[in-house]
């Protein structure tokens, strides 16, 4: 069982309404995670056999039939197909995905303008197939042409990023309990505050 401020906190005051609101991770039958829920609806589950708990918190919640500790993490016995959320185009997205490198002359700096691989006066698209990172040397230069017209080449053929699978993750929902169940997102965190300091040192 592990412990946390919030549930410690939680855990002295008489408000079983609160409790059952409280957020509980959902991890898919093969451990990834899928949502969150609340502790309501995770007992729910849990109640007809289609969840399993993996982690606790110190509250107490009634259940219909005894008071039980409020689910932290609990995971499902069958299993969810659901796609993945893309990522939405914008432009640290498409910087980030670039790893913060200008496309055509390969230069990493912050100083990144967006640039339209078709211009957009051709009819060129807002799409992750045709925005790249270009520096404001490379930009300048481009202009209004194609790659081909300035004779300028890109590093790699601009795509979609891999979706990512923590989308459904709003700011400040994180509990530490959660943690252990989430390794991808501490490698994705890594990745983005890598990316973070070349953001920031230039
Ligand atoms: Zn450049």
């Known amino acids: 069982m592990t412990t946390e401020g919030n549930d410690a906190r939680e855990g002295d005051q008489p408000a079983p309404r609160l409790a059952t609101r409280s957020p509980v991770l959902v991890l898919n039958q093969n451990y990834q995670p899928l949502n969150i829920c609340d502790v309501r609806r995770a007992i729910s589950l849990l109640g007809r056999g289609k969840a399993e708990t993996l982690d606790v918190t110190e509250t107490f919640v009634r259940s219909a039939y005894a008071a039980m500790p409020a689910p932290a993490v609990i995971r499902l016995v069958y299993m969810v197909r659901r796609p993945l959320h893309q990522r939405r ?8 995905r670039d790893g913060y490198r200008c ?3 390969g230069t990493q700096t912050r100083h990144l303008t967006l640039d339209h691989v078709i211009p957009r006066s051709r009819g060129g698209q807002q799409s992750w197939t045709n925005v ?3 520096c404001t040397e490379c930009n300048h230069h481009k202009a209004g042409r194609t790659p081909s017209e300035a004779r300028m080449k890109l590093m790699r053929e601009p795509a979609p990023p891999r979706p990512n699978p923590y989308a459904f993750f709003h700011v400040g ?27 920031a040192g230039g």
Do not use: N, T
Request: proline letters at 5%; charged letters at 25%.
């Open 173 to 199: 929902q994180m509990r530490d309990s959660w943690r252990p169940f989430l390794p991808w997102l501490e490698a994705e965190r890594a990745e983005q505050a890598q990316l973070a300091g070349v953001a």
């Open 89 to 96: 185009l914008s432009r640290r997205e498409i910087f980030v």
């Open 103 to 105: 496309q055509y002359c």
């Open 132 to 134: 790249v990172s270009a």
